[in-house]
């Protein structure tokens, strides 16, 4: 029970933290829109790749970053819960579940990232 309550909040942090990144990011560009009014010659202005297309991508960039990252980070834990499981089959068995499941989220994310660019190279 505590497992599934310990997950609960785990995804909903990363659904949180993920949607309060979307209006800093949309925030950002509106100021930098702002300040660049009449500015023809600077390297921060002169934003010809500035397009959602971009946007989407660097946003997909990032949180693939992040998922491997956190992917890795379960390996190397769930690698030293079965190092330390002293043949204990059910710590055992969780390890296994433990690196199991970082594997499949990282392959989930792999789908993820190349459905996103199949998606933007159509759009744009």
């Given at each position: 029970m505590i497992g599934k309550v310990k997950a609960f909040f785990i995804v909903a942090g990363i659904?949180?933290?993920?949607g309060m990144l979307s209006p800093i990011a949309v925030g950002a560009v509106s100021v930098i829109d702002e300040q660049c009014a009449g500015v023809t010659e600077s390297a921060v202005c002169d934003r010809?790749?500035?397009?959602?297309e971009n946007l989407a991508k660097n946003i997909v960039n990032t949180l693939l970053f992040v998922v491997g990252a956190i992917s890795v980070i379960m390996i190397i834990i769930g690698g030293i819960m079965?190092?330390?499981?002293?043949g204990d089959s059910g710590r055992v068995t969780l390890a296994k579940n433990t690196v199991t499941y970082a594997v499949?989220?990282?392959v989930v994310s792999f789908i993820?990232?190349?459905?996103?660019?199949?998606?933007?190279?159509?759009?744009?």
């Open positions: 659904a949180l933290g993920i010809k790749d500035a397009t959602p079965y190092a330390t499981s002293a499949v989220g990282l993820a990232f190349g459905v996103v660019q199949f998606v933007v190279s159509r759009i744009g």
